[in-house]
T-cell receptor, first 113, second 110 residues
Framework: KQEVTQIPAALSVPEGENLVLNCSFT??????LQWFRQDPGKGLTSLLL?????REQTSGRLNASLDKSSGRSTLYIAASQPGDSATYLC????????????FGPGTSLSVIP | SQTIHQWPATLVQPVGSPLSLECTVE??????LYWYRQAAGRGLQLLFYSVGIGQISSEVPQNLSASRPQDRQFILSSKKLLLSDSGFYLC?????????FGEGSWLTVV
């Protein structure tokens, strides 16, 4: 059974700091991994998608890496801004014919001005 | 363009009352659709997913049911709500390799 965890559960950093969010999964047989952002009381917005054959993806100040063998992914946020404050969730999809997408519990990020 | 609509946005229901949350998508055909629940301070729990009309897979035993009467419509229902059904419910759909979410529905059972 696939389990997804995220550490830390909450993080508070001063504006401008670079930070790393961690995501771990127990079954390395994944199809892809996706990082999402959730603002309070809102739906989820997709940030980055990494296919199982890829090592990393970048979008602006965000960089996500994937190490399938160790069951880990990281989301790196450069030069953090107060607008980055949100909950960040990672999700793994197991396979093309197996349509479950399993989410981690999320990391709540607060960037202090 | 492809969009997803989910309603109602918030509702307060008494214990034992019925529930119906509706989700529709536009701009695509035969999408894979999902219902997730997010309890306070917890992650997203997959409740149901559907790969086509009338095809529903349930992930956890619970007080809820789902139906897909049309290709782009996904409904989450309950005949009698429990206090433990309170939470934030999210409809989602998959386009290729990416999953997209609706704005969510806040349910408070009192």
């Amino acid at each position: 059974k696939q389990e997804v965890t995220q550490i830390p559960a909450a993080l508070s950093v001063p504006e401008g700091e670079n930070l790393v969010l961690n995501c771990s999964f127990t079954d390395s047989a994944i199809y892809n991994l996706q990082w999402f952002r959730q603002d309070p009381g809102k739906g989820l917005t997709s940030l980055l998608l990494i296919q199982s054959s890829q090592r990393e993806q970048t979008s602006g100040r965000l960089n996500a890496s994937l190490d399938k063998s160790s069951g880990r992914s990281t989301l790196y946020i450069a030069a953090s801004q107060p607008g980055d404050s949100a909950t960040y969730l990672c999700a793994v999809r197991r396979g093309t014919s197996y349509d479950k997408v399993i989410f981690g519990p999320g990391t709540s990020l607060s960037v202090i001005p | 363009s492809q969009t997803i609509h989910q309603w109602p946005a918030t509702l307060v229901q008494p214990v034992g009352s019925p529930l119906s949350l509706e989700c529709t998508v536009e701009g695509t055909s035969n999408p894979n659709l999902y219902w997730y629940r997010q309890a306070a301070g917890r992650g997203l729990q997959l409740l149901f997913y559907s790969v086509g009309i009338g095809q529903i897979s349930s992930e956890v035993p619970q007080n809820l049911s789902a139906s897909r009467p049309q290709d782009r419509q996904f409904i989450l229902s309950s005949k009698k709500l429990l206090l433990s059904d309170s939470g934030f419910y999210l409809c989602a759909w998959r386009v290729g390799n990416t999953i997209y979410f609706g704005e969510g529905s806040w349910l408070t059972v009192v």
